[in-house]
């Protein structure tokens, strides 16, 4: 057996970059590929991390790249040893990037490869509106951090269609747009407005974006909307802001018409016929997709197979048909809080896609072989027939598994032995828990919130998610192996980058002033304190609001084809592969897994890297949508509190006021300063307020008497007033 290589400390991936650089600088004349560096730095990291820290020193213009895969010192550079953040971006540099509105009506353009988003100016946003990616050119004045932007060019709109009031005028209609952070109008032909009538609420598809800060944008209605329905109309605002579609096109409609409506049995030729083991699937109550299924069988040796089976979306989706091309234009389904906008049709999501209980369906699996120690010995992956004996819903999961008693319970209690197994090896080897709180609604026959309360994740939920984090991960891995040290295999990598330490100083600030140290000096420090303090929080009520400051400051997990590991998991390769039903990134894992069982199979890797741009940009906004509806829905929770006092915490603060959160709707609203007695400056970082006439001092974390005093349905915002 070979000696193992010795790693030195591992590094976050700043540090990995500066230490990079300095190999370059001491070596101007040297190149170097990816496996060479890996071998003189003795790093831990992957050569795909490490060709990805590459590029981005090569997109900072201080590395120059040749055709054989090496790097070599940019002469312009040489001798230099400043970090991004040390030396000035140039003025009159262009960037693209998404703007980011503000309500005051300035806006922010976040650029990947900028330590700080630029400011733009109302002025200065030429007609681009929030989410829009746009071309701009910066300045940087001396001695400010944040440069400055106008825009230049709109690369791509973030929405095509919008939901408003409809006003007749003689030569055109007017339509007044909803749900904006801007005003916003459009305007219709007469020919264009298909009956709708003068106030109407309606749909309308924008045709012409005309050009410049005040050019009329022009629209056609595409459908009236039910006034009396308060619900659907802002539930379809949201949609449409974000860029999403309740209706599928035409042709896909007809593509879909033209697919048989039961599975024939020669669609089960060269599969895997796995339909006598016992197989099971766990799901929400109001769940209608079910994309993966688990099986559990004892071996004749006394091993234990567990498969996860998962939906072979990629059987009817086929490259080049409109039914694809729109699955991945949408990229994931949308889950507001009363409805599912679907990635697919019903046809495919809920039936002939969906493992449904007592059918026979068409599945990609991965199965795994434990040894008596729960241990993975063996993996299979490939395409197989399944029938599923049982569909459980979590809460009658977690009873069997409290109990010890009802149907397949043996199965469900080893299944959640193993999985108990494979979490505790997961925490032990780096992973974090991201384990926030979610808020679920109970809504009347027309929507209208009637209840909510806390989503509680018990053992019937973690034991899903362990197996599906398994398979994910594995199949990340079976590509690595394929490469061999080869050319590599282009993949869908889900990726999360090291955090920000200098973000994570105000947590650790925010913590020190309750008596809770976290450390940020390592990444694995970094991870003790957010596992230590999702574990404090369950005691100490306050520290619960530094969970949610502590996930915001972390980088966020994208897709990608360059793979660096996903360090909140403390996976070195993961991809997305339990839920293509869903997620079109799963999709094309799928694909390119299936076509890289038997054979080596390279896809177009810009290509890739494309589509994983545009899904990650599609998961961002659905992520934006659904927390919209969640904010709205609490707002017409509260309406019928006006007057009201309650308990709140202190949960931010701005130049504006103090932001109160409400422990058991965890609806959030604003008091104003303006409205307190006293004065109050903000200070250690807006962590707290103190007042400019008394020792009085308002902290994050404290918990106050508040009344609600409106609730701004429209603009989803609540008002608090102090109580004494």
């Known amino acids: 057996m070979?000696?193992?290589?010795?790693?030195?400390?591992?590094?976050?991936?700043?540090?990995?970059?500066?230490?990079?650089?300095?190999?370059?600088?001491?070596?101007?004349?040297?190149?170097?590929?990816?496996?060479?560096?890996?071998?003189?730095?003795?790093?831990?990291?992957?050569?795909?991390?490490?060709?990805?820290?590459?590029?981005?020193?090569?997109?900072?213009?201080?590395?120059?790249?040749?055709?054989?895969?090496?790097?070599?010192?940019?002469?312009?550079?040489?001798?230099?040893?400043?970090?991004?953040?040390?030396k000035e971006p140039p003025s009159g540099k262009t960037y693209i990037g998404k703007i980011d509105m503000t309500r005051s009506g300035s806006a922010f353009l976040i650029v990947d490869g900028l330590e700080n988003d630029l400011h733009i100016s109302p002025s200065k946003l030429n007609g681009a509106m929030d989410g829009d990616r746009v071309e701009v050119e910066a300045h940087f004045p001396k001695g400010r951090r944040r440069g400055e932007a106008k825009v230049i060019n709109i690369v791509k709109r973030k929405i095509s269609s919008v939901v408003g009031r409809i006003f007749i005028q003689k030569r055109y209609a007017l339509v007044d747009v909803m749900g904006t952070r801007q005003p916003m109008a459009v305007y219709v032909k007469h020919e264009d407005q298909k009956n709708a009538q003068d106030?109407?609420?309606?749909?309308?598809?924008?045709?012409?974006?005309?050009?410049?800060?005040?050019?009329?944008?022009?629209?056609?209605?595409?459908?009236?909307l039910p006034e009396e329905n308060l619900n659907e109309v802002s539930m379809q605002s949201i949609l449409s802001l974000n860029g999403f579609d309740?209706?599928?096109?035409?042709?896909?409609?007809?593509e879909m018409a033209a697919i048989p409506d039961t599975i024939p049995e020669s669609d089960f030729d060269l599969r895997r016929d796995i339909r006598e083991v016992t197989t099971l699937?766990?799901?929400?109550?109001?769940?209608?997709?079910?994309?993966?299924?688990?099986?559990?069988?004892?071996?004749?040796?006394?091993?234990?197979?567990?498969?996860?089976?998962?939906?072979?979306?990629?059987?009817?989706?086929?490259?080049?048909?409109?039914?694809?091309?729109?699955?991945?234009?949408?990229s994931t389904s949308v889950y507001l809080v009363d409805r599912c906008i679907p990635m697919l049709p019903e046809k495919l999501s809920n039936n002939l896609c969906s493992l449904m209980p007592h059918v026979d369906r068409l599945a990609f699996s991965a199965i795994f072989t434990f040894n008596e120690k729960h241990q993975v010995v063996d993996r299979w992956f490939g395409k197989t027939i399944i029938h599923s004996d049982r569909r459980f819903t979590y809460e009658e999961a977690q009873e069997i598994l409290e109990t010890k008693k009802g149907e397949f319970a043996k199965e469900l209690k080893q299944l959640n032995k193993i999985a108990k197994k494979l979490r505790k090896k997961r925490f032990k080897e780096g992973s974090v828990n991201f384990d926030s709180e979610e808020v679920k609604f109970e809504l009347?026959?027309?929507?209208?919130?009637?209840?909510?309360?806390?989503?509680?994740?018990?053992?019937?939920?973690?034991?899903?998610?362990?197996?599906?984090?398994?398979?994910?991960?594995?199949?990340?891995l079976y590509i690595e192996r394929r490469q061999q040290g080869k050319q590599e295999i282009p993949f869908v990598y889900r990726i999360h980058d090291h955090p920000n330490i200098e973000k994570l100083q105000e947590v650790s600030l925010f913590a020190s002033e309750f008596g809770f140290t976290f450390k940020t000096e390592t990444p694995q420090a970094i991870k003790d304190s957010i596992n230590r303090l999702a574990i404090d929080a369950k005691e100490n009520e306050a520290l619960k609001l530094l969970e949610p400051l502590a996930i915001?400051?972390?980088?966020?997990?994208?897709?990608?084809?360059?793979?660096?590991?996903?360090?909140?998991?403390?996976?070195?390769?993961?991809?997305?592969?339990?839920?293509?039903?869903?997620?079109?990134?799963?999709?094309?894992?799928?694909?390119?897994?299936?076509?890289?069982?038997?054979?080596?199979?390279r896809y177009d890797k810009e290509k890739l890297e494309k589509k994983c741009g545009h899904i990650s940009s599609?998961?961002?906004?659905?992520?934006?949508?659904?927390?919209?509806?969640?904010?709205?829905?609490?707002?017409?929770?509260?309406?019928?509190?006006?007057?009201?006092?309650?308990?709140?915490?202190?949960?931010?603060?701005?130049?504006?006021?103090?932001?109160?959160?409400?422990?058991?709707?965890?609806?959030?609203?604003?008091?104003?300063?303006?409205?307190?007695?006293?004065?109050?400056?903000?200070?250690?970082?807006?962590?707290?307020?103190?007042?400019?006439?008394?020792?009085?001092?308002?902290?994050?974390?404290?918990?106050?008497?508040?009344?609600?005093?409106?609730?701004?349905?429209?603009?989803?915002?609540?008002?608090?007033?102090?109580?004494?």
């Open 199 to 224: 106030q109407n609420i309606v749909v309308v598809d924008i045709t012409d974006w005309g050009k410049g800060q005040n050019k009329a944008i022009w629209g056609k209605v595409k459908s009236i």
């Open 618 to 724: 599609q998961e961002k906004k659905a992520t934006e949508a659904e927390r919209e509806s969640i904010k709205y829905k609490q707002v017409e929770y509260m309406m019928g509190k006006i007057g009201e006092s309650f308990e709140g915490v202190v949960s931010g603060m701005i130049e504006r006021g103090i932001f109160v959160e409400l422990p058991d709707s965890k609806a959030e609203g604003l008091i104003p300063f303006d409205t307190l007695d006293e004065q109050y400056q903000l200070k250690n970082g807006n962590l707290k307020a103190e007042s400019m006439q008394s020792d009085h001092v308002l902290r994050l974390g404290d918990k106050i008497q508040v009344k609600l005093i409106d609730a701004d349905l429209e603009a989803r915002q609540l008002e608090f007033r102090l109580v004494d």
């Open 246 to 254: 309740s209706f599928f096109p035409e042709e896909v409609e007809q």
């Open 2 to 86: 070979g000696r193992k290589k010795k790693y030195g400390k591992r590094l976050n991936n700043e540090d990995l970059k500066t230490k990079i650089f300095h190999l370059f600088l001491g070596n101007a004349k040297k190149k170097y590929a990816a496996k060479q560096i890996k071998a003189k730095i003795k790093h831990d990291k992957s050569v795909d991390s490490i060709k990805h820290i590459l590029e981005l020193l090569k997109s900072e213009g201080k590395l120059v790249g040749f055709s054989d895969g090496k790097y070599k010192i940019n002469k312009q550079y040489k001798g230099k040893t400043k970090s991004r953040s040390e």
């Open 552 to 601: 915001r400051s972390m980088a966020k997990a994208v897709y990608s084809s360059d793979n660096i590991g996903h360090f909140g998991l403390g996976f070195s390769h993961y991809a997305h592969f339990t839920s293509p039903i869903r997620r079109y990134a799963d999709v094309l894992v799928h694909r390119i897994l299936y076509d890289n069982l038997i054979e080596t199979k």
């Open 444 to 476: 009347d026959e027309k929507g209208k919130p009637i209840g909510l309360y806390v989503k509680e994740r018990k053992d019937a939920h973690l034991l899903v998610e362990d197996f599906m984090l398994l398979a994910n991960k594995e199949v990340a």
């Open 281 to 330: 699937t766990i799901d929400p109550l109001t769940a209608k997709d079910f994309d993966d299924a688990l099986s559990y069988q004892v071996l004749e040796d006394g091993k234990i197979e567990v498969g996860i089976h998962i939906a072979d979306v990629t059987h009817y989706l086929r490259p080049g048909t409109a039914l694809d091309k729109e699955a991945y234009n949408r």
